[in-house]
């Protein structure tokens, strides 16, 4: 008598399953709920940590006892909501326009960089004779500070807008090439083969399966580009601008102001961490595997 597979629970296929076996399924509601108190509880930890900071900040001042210098928490935030409005120096901006200017600099200059990064990390990885011809290019320039060019970038553009924006892609460039071939390196060869496999072509497994893989690793060198773009912008506002956030904090600090010169510095690190906040949500959506 002929048993089929549906008669007989115990009969195993070619791979070795039996046929009857259940398929583990994880709980997804079980695992975002796990993601949701994670995150929950390192906002928890990370607000406290800014907190406890600010208590260390206020006892320090009150030791010394000497706001020129270390301003107290109180005299620093008076000096943040009168200068938010209120021009520094005299006929200048306040502080929330200099933010803003600042804030553009950065974004325009971090997206330039970034863009052309992630292109050629991404050529680089796919062609290896012309990786083997930038990349010591690249590790030649990747040690080099961007402020060294600011001499040169106001001799071929002056002292507006553009050489700050090109001094920041200066610096995100070998930041983000770096990253970016770090990553695809990383990204299993199968999911390659599987795409060649089906039928796609180099460029679209490129392009389309192992880019969006190294995505994670892409997000992380763009958060530390993030942050270097805001150092290069902060020191060339300080030698070459007459606006801008790094332009105030010089000008406080030479009358002393050092109140304004903690609350420029309070801001800066504010918008960071709402730009860094703005990473880590595109990465959230950006990649199935996190939600």
């Keep these: 008598m002929t048993i089929s597979a549906l008669d007989a629970p115990e009969t195993v296929l070619d791979l070795g399953v039996p046929i009857n076996d259940p398929i583990d399924i994880p709980d997804v509601v079980a695992e975002r709920s796990r993601r949701r108190r994670t995150t929950a509880r390192r906002v928890g930890f990370g607000a406290l940590g800014l907190g406890m900071a600010v208590v260390i900040w206020e006892v320090v001042a009150t030791i010394i006892g000497n706001d020129i210098m270390v301003p107290s928490v109180q005299s620093t935030v008076s000096a943040l909501a009168h200068y938010l409005t209120t021009p520094y120096p005299s006929g200048s901006d306040p502080l929330w326009e200099d933010a803003l200017v600042s804030t553009e600099r950065v974004l325009m200059g971090f997206g330039i960089g970034t863009f052309c990064g992630v292109a050629v ?3 680089m990885y796919a062609v290896q004779p012309i990786r083997h011809l930038v990349d ?3 590790e030649v320039t990747r040690p080099l500070p ?3 060019f600011i001499p040169v970038l106001i001799m071929w553009f002056g002292i507006g807008q553009t050489p700050k924006v090109v001094l920041i892609s200066i610096g995100v460039l070998p930041i983000m090439v770096v990253s970016t071939i770090a990553a ?3 990204v299993p060869k199968d999911l390659e083969h ?5 039928g796609a072509s180099r460029r679209y497994v490129l392009l389309n399966v192992q880019v969006r ?4 690793a892409i997000v992380t060198g763009m958060r530390i580009a993030m942050a270097a773009s ?3 912008i902060v020191a060339a506002e300080m030698i070459a601008a007459n606006s801008g956030l790094g332009f105030v904090i010089l000008q406080a600090g030479n009358y002393l102001q050092m109140p304004l010169v903690f609350a420029g510095i309070a801001m800066i690190g504010a918008v960071g961490l709402l730009l860094d906040t703005s990473l880590r949500t595109a990465l959230f959506w950006l990649d199935p595997s996190r939600r």
């Design 121 to 123: 990390g991404s050529v």
């Design 136 to 138: 010591p290019i690249i």
């Design 194 to 198: 599987c795409g060649r496999t089906l």
């Design 184 to 186: 695809l390196d990383a």
């Design 213 to 216: 893989a190294a995505l994670p």
């Design 230 to 232: 805001w150092t290069s």
């Design 146 to 148: 961007p402020l060294a």
